[in-house]
Each structure stands twice: as structure tokens, then as C-alpha cells.
């Protein structure tokens, strides 16, 4: 999905103290957006880029 039509998701979310930068944010798609939110699943930034920890 091209950048301008993603969605920025705070890795740690911004209501409980997470910055606005590169090293807590990545870029989703509304409907991939949605999921995180809705499976509670969390990421960490990497040098490769975001890495999600998906649930079994």
C-alpha cells in the first residue's frame, strides 16, 4: 500500500506515553490498522524495519 494511504499506528500507543517518531510508529493499511487494534498485537522496530509478534 502506498504511504499516503496508510494509516500511522503508535507501537506503544500515544494515550499511554509513546512518542510520535520513526522508532515507535509504522505505517498500515486502514483494514490491517484495524486488526492491531482489534488483536491487541504489538511490534517492535528493527533495523529491517517493523516486526509484528503475531498470536498463534
Known amino acids: ?3 499516503p494511504w496508510c494509516d500511522l ?3 506503544i500507543a500515544w494515550a499511554k506515553g509513546g512518542r510520535t517518531d520513526l522508532a ?6 486502514r483494514r490491517h490498522h484495524t486488526l492491531v487494534h482489534e488483536q491487541e ?3 517492535t522496530v528493527t ?3 517493523v516486526r509484528w509478534n ?3
Open 1 to 3: 500500500m502506498r504511504a
Open 9 to 11: 499506528h503508535h507501537l
Open 24 to 29: 515507535n510508529c509504522g505505517l498500515l493499511c
Open 41 to 43: 498485537l504489538t511490534a
Open 47 to 49: 533495523a529491517m524495519g
Open 54 to 56: 503475531l498470536r498463534p
